[in-house]
């Protein structure tokens, strides 16, 4: 990738105030974009570095670092004797995830998570704005526009389910998010309404669909859209909206992949153990654990590559979560739960379990794959009543991660939704709970609801008050299931970014 993209890909909506000079100056950097190949190299640029091997500033790949997904839920756990141990294991950022902060998230000094996926919204848009003006063959050209819209629809799907309330009709006048449709740095900021902001993912995952050329997802480049990503994108949109019918037509035609399948995690085998001494332990890991992007791009169950990444690689299952499983069949409790796992931090006492899938834990997928979709189609046929389809379906997803099968089966309607719940559960965790939670307050029914307890220290300005224990809870329907956005971004806005309610 030549110097120009790179200088594309460094921009963004948070550039408004360091970068303000450089954007007044959009018609040069649009000029110096001559081809169509640029444009793709600009969209396969998925892991943040160009093939140069310079920082281009921002991976398509993956989130900015997820506080909220890994540390804001009932699937973590920190314990006051675990950090009053091992302080230097945690960041006071990621403490305030944990205990559900408003005012030290607002005033940190940046949020990673807005940062990036508004990069990817503005390089999402450098496409959209050249891409009817440079030379290249029209097949290519409808390409790059399907993934460019995917892409911001993505990115806004991503920003509305943390740093909005949840989706439902008495929300639609709520604070939305800023659309930005251009690359100008002058467009308006203020925040569109809810409603306003998932119609236009919708419009937007509709215009993909209107150019998309990939008739299955392309094995190699799983970053690429394809239609069984669109359809497997559009069941989970439709299973979080509470259109349960639409969620399961977009399933069914999502499953009719050839490219997108399920691995049995019986065939996975041992990776690279980890030893340590004072006192000796070896922590065993499966493959995926070794697996760097060439392979977890690659993944096989993708329909399209979005990663959950947080800085530590600390994914601290709760006794809750660790609950869920069976430990002694579950292949996703004895692959992926590692026992003694802080050792990787230097933690001993207490005996931590760590959650890793990819690249030493790193990056859990947050992308549509087939087995999200699996459990999308049998939670909205569950809900729709068709119980035993809907045990049929996420049975198909158990035959593959159990070493000896058992079938989930239920009493009743309710025992069927509960079973699947707790299967999705099982199978996405930290990557997906937050946004299930929030959906679950919302939905028909009360029965799913979850309410959020952390009991840690007492949490200051800036320390840690290991005298003091407190409770923190995230109760059902919070106002706080919107994340505070950044004050750096409501400033950069000079205003027109309003901050949530609490």
């Given at each position: ?28 950097i ?5 081809t169509?190949?640029q ?5 396969d ?7 140069d091997?310079?920082d ?13 997904a ?16 091992y ?11 944990y ?6 998230i607002?005033?940190a ?11 990817k919204i ?7 704005a050249?891409?009817?003006?440079v ?8 390409r ?6 995917f ?11 943390y740093?909005?309330?949840?989706y ?5 006048n709520?604070?939305?998010?800023p659309?930005k449709?251009?690359?100008?740095y ?12 998932y ?9 993909a669909q ?7 997802v392309?094995?190699?480049m ?5 239609k069984?990503?669109?359809?497997a994108?559009?069941?989970r ?5 509470g ?9 069914n035609s ?5 490219t ?11 990776g690279?153990?980890?030893t340590?001494?004072?006192?000796a332990?070896?922590l065993k890991?499966?493959a995926?654990?070794d697996y ?24 601290i299952?709760?006794t809750?979560?660790?609950?869920m499983y069976?430990?002694t069949?579950d292949?996703?409790f ?7 796992g ?8 207490p ?7 990819f690249?030493?834990?790193?990056y859990?997928?947050?992308g549509?794959?087939?087995?999200e979709v699996?459990?999308n189609?049998?939670e909205?046929l ?9 045990l ?7 035959a593959?991660r159990l ?10 309607s ?6 699947i ?5 099982r ?15 919302v939905?028909?029914t009360s029965n799913?609801?979850?309410t ?16 003091t224990i407190?409770?923190?809870t995230l109760p ?10 950044n004050?750096?971004e409501?400033?950069?806005s000079?205003?027109?970014?309003e901050?949530?309610?609490?």
């Amino acid at each position: 990738m030549k110097k120009l993209n790179i200088l594309v890909l460094m921009l963004g909506l948070t550039c408004l105030a360091s970068c303000k000079k450089y954007l007044d100056e959009p018609n040069k950097i649009q000029a110096d974009i001559k081809t169509v190949e640029q444009l793709q190299a600009l969209l396969d640029n998925v892991t943040g570095t160009d093939p140069d091997g310079y920082d281009s500033g921002v991976a398509f790949g993956y989130e900015g670092h997820n506080a909220t997904a890994t540390y804001a839920t009932d699937d973590t756990e920190i314990t006051p004797e675990l950090y009053k141990n091992y302080p230097s294991a945690f960041t006071l950022s990621n403490l305030y995830y944990y205990t559900l902060d408003i005012d030290n998230i607002i005033g940190a000094a940046s949020d990673p998570l807005w940062n990036n996926e508004f990069r990817k919204i503005f390089n999402a848009n450098v496409v959209l704005a050249n891409a009817d003006n440079v030379s290249g063959d029209a097949v290519t050209r409808n390409r790059i526009k399907a993934d460019a819209y995917f892409i911001r629809a993505y990115s806004y799907w991503t920003l509305v389910n943390y740093y909005c309330l949840p989706y439902a009709q008495a929300n639609y006048n709520a604070k939305g998010l800023p659309i930005k449709k251009t690359t100008d740095y002058a467009e308006s900021l203020k925040r569109a309404s809810l409603k306003e902001t998932y119609d236009f993912i919708l419009s937007d995952i509709a215009q993909a669909q209107s150019l998309v050329n990939y008739n299955d997802v392309q094995a190699t480049m799983r970053w690429r859209v394809s239609k069984p990503a669109i359809d497997a994108f559009l069941s989970r949109y439709y299973l979080f909206t509470g259109d349960y019918d639409k969620s399961v037509q977009y399933a069914n035609s999502a499953l009719t992949s050839q490219t997108a399948k399920l691995v049995d995690f019986n065939t996975i085998p041992a990776g690279n153990p980890a030893t340590y001494s004072n006192p000796a332990a070896t922590l065993k890991y499966s493959a995926l654990n070794d697996y760097g992007p060439t392979r977890f791009f690659a993944w096989s169950e993708f329909y399209y590559t979005r990663f959950t990444w947080t800085t530590s690689q600390m994914n601290i299952p709760s006794t809750n979560l660790l609950s869920m499983y069976d430990q002694t069949n579950d292949l996703r409790f004895l692959l992926l739960m590692i026992p003694n796992g802080g050792r990787r931090a230097n933690i001993i006492t207490p005996a931590i379990y760590r959650y890793t899938y990819f690249d030493d834990g790193s990056y859990l997928p947050s992308g549509p794959t087939i087995a999200e979709v699996l459990l999308n189609k049998a939670e909205a046929l569950a809900r729709k009543g068709e119980i035993t389809t809907a045990l049929d379906v996420a049975n198909i997803l158990r035959a593959k991660r159990l070493k000896t099968y058992v079938a989930l089966t239920a009493s009743n309607s309710a025992d069927a939704l509960t079973q699947i719940l707790k299967e999705r559960r099982r199978e996405l965790p930290f990557s997906f709970r937050w946004i299930d939670i929030r959906r679950f307050s919302v939905n028909e029914t009360s029965n799913d609801d979850v309410t959020v307890t952390h009991t840690f220290y007492k949490m200051g300005v800036g320390s840690v008050d290991v005298n003091t224990i407190q409770t923190y809870t995230l109760p059902v329907k919070s106002l706080r299931y919107a994340v505070p956005i950044n004050a750096v971004e409501i400033t950069a806005s000079q205003g027109q970014i309003e901050q949530n309610n609490y």
